[in-house]
């Protein structure tokens, strides 16, 4: 119902967002980042983490996670 439970029990989660940020986790593009989400999927579950279409993600649902994408 809630991301924070969504988030429950991840070792890693990705926010992908269109928009840059200047805030939050560390930036970086999905193809230097896709390496780093397989070794962290060899230790338990990631999580990859959208918004809808309309809005996207929140500020406070990217500073959830450990890393963005854009």
Not at 38 to 63: C, I, R
Request: aromatic share 4%; with cysteine.
């Amino acid at each position: 119902a809630t991301l924070d439970e969504a988030l429950e029990g991840t070792v890693f989660s990705v926010a992908l967002s269109a928009r840059h940020r200047n805030l939050g986790p560390d930036r970086s593009q999905a193809r230097e980042t896709a390496p780093m989400i397989l070794e962290k999927a060899a230790e338990g579950d990631v999580a990859l983490v959208f918004g809808n279409e309309t809005a996207g993600l929140s500020n406070t649902d990217v500073q959830r996670c450990q890393r963005t994408v854009f």
